[in-house]
């Protein structure tokens, strides 16, 4: 339990570091270029169309990297 509270602890600074390194970037999830943004008067709509597809592939290699420690290990 300990080992993975510290790799669950280890991957939450690494996210926190890759999210302020987004920021300062100006490349904030949801405010990417391809997300679609509708602004008119009285009507809001947000759909993070790129902002998905960076998670997802961050998604995808984080596990894939998991996997292949295991097998490695």
Do not use: N, Q, Y
């Amino acid at each position: 339990m300990e080992k993975w509270l510290i790799r669950f602890g280890v991957a939450l600074v690494i996210v926190g570091v890759v999210f302020l390194l987004l920021k300062r970037t100006g490349l904030v999830l949801g405010r990417l270029p391809g997300d679609i943004v509708i602004e008119r008067e009285g009507f809001h709509f947000w759909f993070p169309v790129v902002s998905c597809l960076v998670v997802s592939g961050v998604i995808t290699a984080v596990f894939w990297v998991i996997s292949l420690l295991r097998k490695l290990l």
